[in-house]
DNA sequence: GCTGGAGCGTCGT
DNA sequence: CGCTCCAGC
């Protein structure tokens, strides 16, 4: 069923566009979609019980075509069937039985292509075919994850979480359950149809700072979905159209004024259908889903505590954890949860998992598993500086800024590169992280915290973003609705009227996002053999000590010193690019915005270190202090000369470790600009990443001078303010 | 103009 | 599952 008529509603919100501009990122597959059609062309063989592994074939066409463009897929399959499609599976499979049986008939009259026509129609996906594709996948190392449910909950959760940069899907749903971007349609050649979250407001005729998920989806609801059939006459457009009118955040009671609303008297809006619109809506926002990161299951988003575990039930209950995880695996049939097969991810061959190029020749995808213990510690350190917004890995602590870089790598190592607009926070993320009261307070909130994994293990999903429906951790026992959208809230409310907040220098300020781990803040080993370190005192010292390569143990010694003799590196603002094939370091001074290099020596061998990018912000201290104690200080490039595939850009380290800095670059351009320009951008961005081993220096130091402006110039739009001197009165703005 | 049901195609050779 | 067509309101 789907949403009837969504995509092409959605036509103002989607692009063509080919799967490759996803190179070096992840993919989340609807896997029955494939599966599907690939029964198409065996479907006479499966409807006989004669074996066959065509369908296999044909998904692993789709597969290879992903590797090829470096891409890392994940398949995805569905489970069990949900309490609310029971009726509608039940209704499926008796059609299925009516159809294979008219076939048997009709082959048996002679009548051939009536037949096949009818027993095509009676071939349904089943596990085990699932399971022979999923084998088939885990033999190159592609990962599968079988949903604890509907796969598309699942694959949203992948989007969502980050772990995935775009869904491939048939299925308009996708976008209900809060995907970022799906590609629909997509051929053998990566073409398709991309349907990307921020440009919704788009279709919905809603300025995109009115526009949100809550109100998308009570639209899709009203049309007919899958758990619940529409009101007679009632389609996307009048959906919309209520939509659009309605002012009442409790959407509970709002629908009782439906009727009137579109002109239809004769409409009739029981308590029944009101109640079941809330469980529909439950069910869509709180569907249990397996996390493969903490191998448990958990829902897509945390659940309000208005929200009663009889209305959970409606989307999905858990099992046991060790059953859980072997559902997710495939090892086990959904419905009678026996066993069919014992992969283990933890037998996983080490050097398979820790590789992370592409070998064409044997055409074994060497991504690092969602399954891997080493996944699942980046995500998990990801996830820690994330939270703790200690996002570039540098932090400035009494007069002392650390440099560590072992995370940094370890970044590199999983996202190769990042899809610019795969990571971003929109903008009214950003906005109700800073203006939101409970709902983002996880961590402190005991009835999300019942319902959410411990603190070691909580998902990136549920620390990094809030529920991105929810707009309150909703106290009211009014009803069950998942009352107010924001839109009330936001309307005739301008940034610029937000109480900005005030930034002290003289006192580090650590925020829940931005600041260090405290056990982070004394010299920390690059690697075994590494040791690199920035002192503020009276001139920046960057000092590296015992440069080693592993393999031939040589000896690297810069210091930075010498840069210092001739102003040429600046406390507050620097950029710095060791180019070791011409012994050369090239410095961008970002307050005279020049360029100056300096040959140093190097030992012969090779160094480790092949490209260092040092930015100090020096916008936020630029009233002056010599002192450096505060410096936003900044690495954001540190490349190593390893594999030309692990050659990063610092924009792709800014979206792998600061999510937030990177992703405002994206809502100042979305903001301002069409959709056009930000199309343009994003382009840009990746033709740039794809070539960006023939990247110039200079280029690279350009875009680092901008992100350095951008993060002065998001710092006022979300409401910071450098502190006056000797003045400590907040005022509003 | 919008809704909604019927009927068709999905593969591959 | 989506798409197209078309009758009906």
């Given at each position: 069923m789907g949403i009837t008529g969504l995509l092409p509603f959605l036509e103002k919100a989607s692009k063509r566009t080919n799967v490759s501009q996803f190179s070096n990122g992840t993919v989340a597959i609807d896997s029955y979609c494939w599966l599907h059609k690939g029964i198409f062309s065996c479907?006479?063989?499966?409807?006989?019980g004669q074996p066959t592994d065509a369908y296999v074939r044909y998904c692993m066409k789709f597969i290879n075509m992903l590797l090829s463009h470096k891409i890392k897929p994940i398949l995805v399959f569905d489970g069990r069937h949900l309490p609310a499609k029971a009726q509608t599976e039940l209704k499926r499979r008796e059609s299925r039985q009516m159809n294979h049986r008219k076939g048997i008939e009709l082959m048996r009259i002679g009548q051939h292509a009536e037949a096949r026509n009818l027993l095509r129609r009676s071939i349904d996906v089943t596990h085990e075919m699932a399971l022979e594709l999923i084998k088939q996948c885990q033999k190159l190392n592609v990962d599968c994850i079988v949903a604890p449910y509907e796969a598309d909950a699942q694959l949203a959760y992948l989007n969502i979480s980050g772990i995935a940069d775009v869904v491939i899907t048939e299925d308009s749903d996708l976008t209900l359950f809060g995907c970022k971007k799906v590609l629909f349609k997509m051929d053998l050649n990566g073409n398709g149809l991309l349907v990307d979250q921020q440009q919704l407001h788009l279709a919905m005729e809603i300025p995109s700072e009115h526009f949100s998920m809550d109100d998308f989806l009570y639209m899709c609801i009203l049309s007919g979905c899958d758990y619940l059939p529409s009101?007679?006459?009632?389609?996307?457009?009048?959906?919309?159209?209520?939509?659009?009118?309605?002012?009442?955040?409790?959407?509970?009671?709002?629908?009782?004024?439906?009727?009137?609303?579109?002109?239809?008297?004769?409409?009739?809006?029981?308590?029944?259908?009101?109640?079941?619109?809330?469980?529909?809506?439950?069910?869509?926002?709180?569907?249990?889903?397996?996390?493969?990161?903490?191998?448990?299951?958990?829902?897509?988003?945390?659940?309000?505590?208005?929200?009663?575990?009889?209305?959970?039930?409606?989307?999905?209950?858990?099992?046991?954890?060790?059953?859980?995880?072997?559902?997710?695996?495939?090892?086990?049939?959904?419905?009678?949860?026996?066993?069919?097969?014992?992969?283990?991810?933890?037998?996983?061959?080490?050097?398979?998992?820790?590789?992370?190029?592409?070998?064409?020749?044997?055409?074994?995808?060497?991504?690092?598993?969602?399954?891997?213990?080493?996944?699942?510690?980046?995500?998990?350190?990801?996830?820690?500086?994330?939270?703790?917004?200690?996002?570039?890995?540098?932090?400035?602590?009494?007069?002392?800024?650390?440099?560590?870089?072992?995370?940094?790598?370890?970044?590199?190592?999983?996202?190769?590169?990042?899809?610019?607009?795969?990571?971003?926070?929109?903008?009214?993320?950003?906005?109700?992280?800073?203006?939101?009261?409970?709902?983002?307070?996880?961590?402190?909130?005991?009835?999300?915290?019942?319902?959410?994994?411990?603190?070691?293990?909580?998902?990136?999903?549920?620390?990094?973003?809030?529920?991105?429906?929810s707009k309150?951790?909703?106290?009211?026992?009014?009803?069950?609705?998942?009352?107010?959208?924001?839109?009330?809230?936001?309307?005739?409310?301008?940034?610029?009227h937000i109480r900005r907040t005030i930034i002290d220098e003289g006192t580090v300020t650590e925020s829940k996002f931005f600041a260090k781990d405290i056990s982070q803040r004394n010299n920390i080993p690059i690697n075994d053999n590494k040791i690199c370190s920035v002192m503020n005192s009276n001139e920046v010292l960057v000092e590296e000590k015992e440069m080693k390569t592993d393999?031939?143990?040589?000896?690297?010694?810069?210091?930075?010193?010498?840069?210092?003799?001739?102003?040429?590196?600046?406390?507050?603002?620097?950029?710095?690019?060791?180019?070791?094939?011409?012994?050369?370091?090239?410095?961008?001074?970002?307050?005279?915005?020049?360029?100056?290099?300096?040959?140093?020596?190097?030992?012969?061998?090779?160094?480790?270190?092949?490209?260092?990018?040092?930015?100090?912000?020096?916008?936020i201290k630029n009233n002056n202090t010599n002192e450096l104690n505060n410096i936003n200080t900044s690495l954001t490039s540190l490349e190593f000369n390893i594999d030309s595939d692990f050659l990063v850009q610092?924009?792709?380290?800014?979206?792998?470790?600061?999510?937030?800095?990177?992703?405002?670059?994206?809502?100042?351009?979305?903001?301002?600009?069409?959709?056009?320009?930000?199309?343009?951008?994003?382009?840009?961005?990746?033709?740039?990443?794809?070539?960006?081993?023939?990247?110039?220096?200079?280029?690279?130091?350009?875009?680092?001078?901008?992100?350095?402006?951008r993060q002065q110039s998001l710092l006022s739009t979300y409401g910071f303010e450098k502190k006056k001197l000797q003045s400590v009165t907040q005022d509003k703005y």
């Open positions: 479907a006479e063989k499966l409807s006989m009101l007679p006459g009632i389609g996307l457009n009048k959906a919309r159209k209520f939509i659009k009118i309605n002012t009442d955040c409790d959407i509970h009671r709002a629908l009782t004024r439906l009727g009137s609303y579109l002109n239809m008297k004769s409409l009739v809006i029981t308590k029944e259908y009101r109640d079941s619109f809330i469980l529909a809506v439950i069910t869509f926002k709180y569907q249990l889903i397996f996390c493969p990161l903490i191998r448990k299951q958990i829902r897509l988003n945390s659940p309000t505590s208005d929200i009663t575990k009889e209305q959970l039930y409606y989307a999905g209950t858990e099992i046991d954890p060790d059953t859980a995880l072997q559902l997710a695996l495939g090892n086990c049939d959904p419905f009678t949860l026996k066993m069919l097969h014992n992969f283990d991810p933890d037998q996983i061959r080490n050097e398979v998992n820790k590789c992370n190029t592409w070998v064409q020749k044997t055409g074994l995808s060497r991504h690092i598993s969602i399954w891997s213990k080493e996944y699942k510690l980046m995500q998990n350190q990801l996830q820690r500086s994330s939270q703790k917004k200690d996002l570039m890995d540098w932090c400035t602590v009494n007069s002392e800024a650390v440099l560590q870089t072992n995370r940094l790598k370890k970044c590199i190592f999983m996202r190769q590169q990042d899809n610019s607009e795969c990571e971003q926070l929109n903008q009214k993320e950003i906005l109700d992280i800073y203006k939101s009261t409970n709902t983002m307070d996880v961590e402190n909130n005991p009835d999300i915290n019942d319902l959410t994994p411990s603190e070691d293990e909580v998902s990136p999903v549920l620390i990094r973003r809030k529920n991105q429906f309150y951790s909703s106290t009211t026992k009014t009803s069950p609705s998942l009352l107010c959208t924001s839109k009330r809230r936001m309307k005739g409310r301008n940034l610029m393999k031939n143990n040589h000896t690297n010694n810069i210091d930075l010193r010498l840069l210092m003799e001739n102003n040429e590196l600046k406390k507050d603002s620097c950029c710095i690019d060791i180019d070791e094939k011409h012994n050369t370091l090239f410095i961008l001074n970002e307050c005279k915005n020049v360029e100056t290099s300096k040959t140093f020596n190097c030992d012969s061998g090779k160094s480790q270190l092949e490209h260092l990018d040092i930015s100090m912000d020096g916008n610092q924009g792709d380290i800014n979206i792998s470790n600061s999510r937030l800095w990177s992703d405002t670059k994206v809502l100042v351009q979305s903001s301002n600009k069409t959709k056009k320009n930000k199309n343009k951008n994003s382009s840009n961005s990746r033709m740039s990443t794809n070539s960006k081993i023939n990247m110039t220096n200079s280029t690279r130091r350009s875009q680092q001078l901008y992100s350095v402006q």
